[in-house]
């Protein structure tokens, strides 16, 4: 129930296109989901987040799509662009026994072809 | 975004030797830290959770005295691999967060080779 499920695990796109990254999860206490990118030797940098009141949010061309109730969340990152190739993990935390621990996906491959 | 520093980012070490790795948040109260372990083209494994001024807990299967934890103020946490052996080559990276905010930001990594 821990777990949070991402998919694909890579993904090519070419420059100027959208990249979608899928996540889904079990544990309906989880309240806060962030999106992480990650360079090659690099630890992750948060790149966007969303709460469950809110079913989209956007800054720049990354906007997280979230539908509560099939309990799955989404990142599509417009206009993609080389500089994106990177992995992206989903995340997601909440109250409860878990506490204040994020629980992560598995990761996807991105590269922007230019 | 909050800013966490960790050093070295890299570090070889003789097989039998000890190594500490320094974590600090820069600009933010670090009330929780969080330590984890990354092998190539995986996730982040959770190694162990430490609340300031209290003892790490850490998740199961990762063993406490060999991976020493201490988060003795609001703005440094130390991850302390004791003993090492090849196989605790890896890629280890902190996070930070404070309060019940739930925001984490993590540090630049450690890739740490025991030869």
């Known amino acids: 129930q821990q777990q949070v499920k991402q998919s694909p695990q890579s993904l090519i796109v070419q420059k100027g296109g959208i990249s979608i990254i899928n996540c889904a999860y079990e544990?309906?206490?989880?309240?806060?989901f962030p999106w992480y990118q990650q360079f090659p030797g690099k630890g992750p940098a948060l790149l966007i987040a969303i709460r469950p009141d809110v079913s989209e949010k956007k800054e720049g061309r990354f906007t997280i799509s979230f539908n509560k109730s099939a309990k799955q969340f989404s990142l599509h990152i417009m206009d993609s662009q080389p500089g994106d190739s990177a992995t992206y993990f989903c995340?997601?935390?909440?109250?409860?026994?878990?506490?204040?621990?994020?629980?992560f996906g598995e990761g996807t491959q991105l590269t922007v072809n230019p | 975004g909050a800013v966490v520093s960790q050093h070295p980012s890299r570090v070889i070490c003789k097989s039998g030797t000890s190594v500490k790795i320094e974590c600090r948040s820069l600009d933010f109260q670090a009330t929780t830290m969080f330590w984890y372990r990354q092998f190539p083209k995986q996730s982040l494994m959770l190694m162990a959770t430490?609340?300031?001024?209290?003892?790490?807990?850490?998740e199961q299967g990762v063993e406490k005295d060999k991976f020493l934890i201490n988060h003795a103020s609001l703005t440094l946490s130390t991850l302390t691999v004791t003993s090492a052996h090849p196989e605790d080559s890896s890629f280890y990276i902190c996070s930070a967060k404070t309060g019940s905010i739930p925001e984490a930001f993590f540090g630049q990594g450690t890739r740490l080779t025991v030869v």
């Open positions: 544990n309906t206490a989880f309240d806060y």
């Open positions: 430490s609340n300031e001024g209290s003892k790490a807990t850490y």
């Open positions: 995340a997601a935390s909440g109250q409860g026994a878990s506490g204040s621990r994020l629980t």
